[in-house]
């Protein structure tokens, strides 16, 4: 899926288009991996290429699902604690299962926040009362960040020497 880059219309048809821009462009960092490389730890954190798609899709639950929702964890699509655990990536999970339970979280979240306006906010035990309009940006600036760790470890795997 390829979103066009809109740069005209109402202030929550430009965040969301910038949000599904940033879900695509971390997906782009993985694209065309070998499960084998996506799943290369390149730095000492538990960050790989794999883990960060699947970080991302936990942040999806986390923050449409349990919290603009109110859903419990058994009612998510899957893990949503606010914790490491988000990174992690089961043996048995290809690389495209990963990118498919992102893009699944990823639409239920859109289905979850049209529900809400820009303004509409909700009391959050870390952050204070929040508003939909930040949740939004939290996420762009979320995805951004994290397509950035992306695009560095693709290079190094894509420079690496096959033995690394």
Partial sequence: ???????TGTE???IESALDRSREALIATVRGLSDADARRRLVVSLTTPISL???AAAAERIWF???WAGLGESECDGYSERDEGTFAVADHESLADVIAEFERASSRSRAIAARFGLDDTKHNPREGTVSMRWTLLAMIEEFARHAGHGDILREQIDQAPATL
């Fill in 12 to 14: 929550r048809v430009l």
């Fill in 1 to 7: 899926m390829t979103t066009n880059i809109i740069t």
């Fill in 65 to 67: 699902q349990r919290f």
């Fill in 53 to 55: 798609i699947k970080h």
